[in-house]
């Protein structure tokens, strides 16, 4: 995101408590060492410096750890928020671009998910999200905030350029493992069941790549600008692709065949989760670049090829 809005002449700070990032994956704007779980350490980021807008990525986001360990969830998804939102508000900071996630659902009743479809969030990391969505919309009313909720689906992918990507420690995500197990570079393939209710049994998620999803932000934001209220948009490709056909899809644009074994469920993972973003086609005028799976494991594959960090 920093790239993005830095090649489109935006200055941009990024506040991160390097607990999960990288600092050399900052090359674009200046780098401030803040936690949402220290407001103190919020309020010397604000100090001295007269921000826009606040587009807030920071989460734990793992759907089984949540199930795990709730409590760690709730105080840095939510507390962590409510720290970050009253910094904004001491310092008039009125615009907020927030992370939410397809999570927020719960199990799906329809094939495509709309912003309307009910939410039931099966984990406690989707629930805190729901959460901060709440807060967001009562924030509104009470204070004047203005905010877009994009709740991502499966984010996947890495730059064009192979400069940025995904590194976990430990990688949980589908398609980093996948393609990290084709190169040699990861630990065997893991499957997480095999007996969902689906075409072949296993979890069928929706993939948009990051691009798209840095695009749809930059949109976010120019939407705020002729829009009061708190609003929520979904954000997908609308087509769903099971473990085993990013794993076909995987060996394809490898050119590798990759190995797997089949372990029991995770805890919290529905069977399906796919996207409808009519709303935002229509109000943002966004539309996924990436539609189809090849080009965005393609563009992971250069970055896993020659990871940096």
């Known amino acids: 995101m920093a790239r993005w809005l830095a090649l489109r002449d935006h200055r941009v700070t990024v506040l991160d408590n390097l607990s999960t990032g990288h600092r050399e994956a900052v090359q674009w704007g200046e ?6 779980l220290d407001p103190a350490s919020l309020a010397r980021a604000f100090d001295g410096r007269r921000f826009d807008a606040v ?5 734990r986001s793992l759907v089984g750890e949540s199930v795990l360990d709730p409590y760690a969830y709730y105080a840095a998804n939510v507390t962590g928020t409510l ?3 009253e910094a904004m508000r001491a310092h008039g900071v009125e615009r907020l671009v927030f992370s939410s996630t397809a999570a927020v659902f719960g199990h799906p009743h ?3 998910i709309d912003e309307e479809h009910p939410k039931q969030p ?3 990391y989707g629930a805190s999200k729901l959460m901060v969505e709440r807060i967001l919309a009562d924030a509104a009313g009470a204070y004047g905030l203005r905010s877009v909720a994009l709740r991502y689906f499966n984010a996947a992918g890495a730059s064009p350029e192979a400069t940025i990507g995904e590194s976990h420690s430990p990688e949980t995500h589908l398609i980093p493992n996948v393609l990290r197990a084709a190169l040699g570079t990861g630990p065997a393939l893991k499957v997480f069941g095999e007996d969902y209710d689906t075409r072949d049994g296993t979890c069928v998620r929706d993939y948009v ?11 976010a934001l120019a939407f705020l600008d002729t829009n009061a ?3 929520t948009f979904n954000l997908g490709n609308g087509q769903g692709f099971s473990v085993r056909e990013v794993i076909a899809a995987a060996e394809a644009v490898s050119g590798r065949a990759i190995s797997f074994s089949v372990e029991p469920r995770r805890a919290g993972d529905p069977a399906v989760l796919v996207a409808a973003s009519d709303k935002a086609r229509a109000a943002l005028g966004w539309a996924p670049a990436y539609d189809t799976l090849a080009p965005i ?8 090829r020659n990871q940096p960090y």
Do not use: Y
């Not at 691009?211 to 949109?219: G, Y």
């Open 31 to 36: 780098l401030v060492e803040a936690d949402v």
């Open 55 to 59: 587009m807030h990525f920071c989460a």
């Open 83 to 85: 720290n970050l939102l």
């Open 110 to 112: 329809s094939d495509r």
């Open 122 to 124: 099966i984990n406690p």
């Open 209 to 219: 790549h990051v691009d798209d999803l840095a695009e749809a932000h930059l949109r």
């Open 229 to 231: 209220g708190a609003h």
């Open 297 to 304: 494991l393609e563009t992971a594959l250069r970055w896993h």
